[in-house]
C-alpha cells in the first residue's frame, strides 16, 4: 500500500474506477437494445490499470489506446457525456459521433485516440515521446496494449527504437489472458510478457493488474524513469476482462463461471475498497456517496446521448484535414 497519496487521490482514484465499471456495465445493457451502431469491447474488470498509471499524468503527456480504449479515455480525463455521445454516434460526441467506440481521440487531454488496429498504438507514442524529447517539455508518452499485441512487429520494432533513442516511453502491456478466443499460453511462451524487456534493454516489470496500488507504484517509477531521460519501461499488469472480447461474443473459450469467479475474487474496486478502509484512509460511507453521484452521472450520460441529433451529411466533411 503507497503511503503517496492523500486521502483526496484515494477518492479521485476510487472514483475513475467506478466511472469507468459503471460506464462499463451500462454500456453492456445498452448494446443489447440494438442502437449502438458499431462494436463494443468492454473494459469492465481491468479500470485499475487505467488507473493507477493515469493518475501519474497531466493533459500534456500522451496516451495511445486500444480497441478496448474506454477505460484509458475515462482515466485520462475525457468527458463521459461526450464519450458516451460518440459511442451512439451523435453529434454531441468527442469526435463528432464520426468515430464511435473504437476511435474516441481526444488530443486536448493528451487520448491519442482508441485504435481498431491491433498494434497501432506504440509507433504513435514513439512519435509524441520524440516530440517531448526534443521540446524537452518532460512530457511522456504511454502506450496501453494487450497480450495478443505483444506478438505484433510494429510494437517489437517500437521498444527497439524507443531504448536506441531513449524515449520517455512505457509500454503498458495489459495482459488479460485473452487475445480475441486464444488463451496467452496458446501464444507468448514466457511466463511473464515483461520477461521479453531484456531484449531491448530496458527494465521489465509485472505486477498484479487487480491492485490498484500496486499498478501506480510501478507506473510511478516507469513514469519517473522516462521524465528523468533514463528511457522507456515495459510494465505488465496481469488483469482481466469480465465480458467477452466484444459484444455478442458468447465466451465458449472460457471455463464455465470463469467470469464470475473473477468478479467474487479479483475485482479490482473491492479490493481497493478492503484495503484502503482497513487502512482507515477512507471510510465505507465517503465511497458509497461517490458510487450513488457516478450512477446519476452514467444514467444523465445516456439520457443525453439519446436525446441528441445525428451528424448530417455536412458533418461528413468536417474534420477530414488537419493543419499544423
Ligand atoms: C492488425 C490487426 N490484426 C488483427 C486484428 C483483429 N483483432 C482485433 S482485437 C484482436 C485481439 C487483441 O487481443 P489483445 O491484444 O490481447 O487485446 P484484448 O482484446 O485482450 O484487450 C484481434 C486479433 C486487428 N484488429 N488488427
Redesign the pocket.
Known sequence: MTSQLKKEDLLRAYRTMREIREFEDRLHIEFATGKIPGFV?LYSGEEAVATGVCMHLTDEDRISS???GHGHCIAKGVDIHGMMAEIYGKKTGTCGGKGGSMHIADLEKGMMGAN????AGPPLICGAALAAKFKGNGGVGVAF??????N?GTILESMNLASVWKLPVIFLN?N?G???STGVSYNVPTPNIADRAAGFGMPGVTVDGNDFFAVYEAAGEAIRRARAGEGPTLLECKTQ?YFG?FEGDAMTYRPNGESQNLRKTKDCLKIFAEKAIAAGLVTAAELEAIDKEVLALIEDSVVKALAAPKPTAADLLTGVYVSY
Not at 496494449?145 to 505483444?150: E, I, K, V
Request: no cysteine; aromatic share 10%; net charge negative.
Open positions: 469491447h486500444t480497441h478496448r481498431g488496429i491491433v498494434g496494449f494487450g497480450d495478443g499485441a505483444s505484433q495489459e488479460n485473452y487475445a480475441e476482462r472480447h
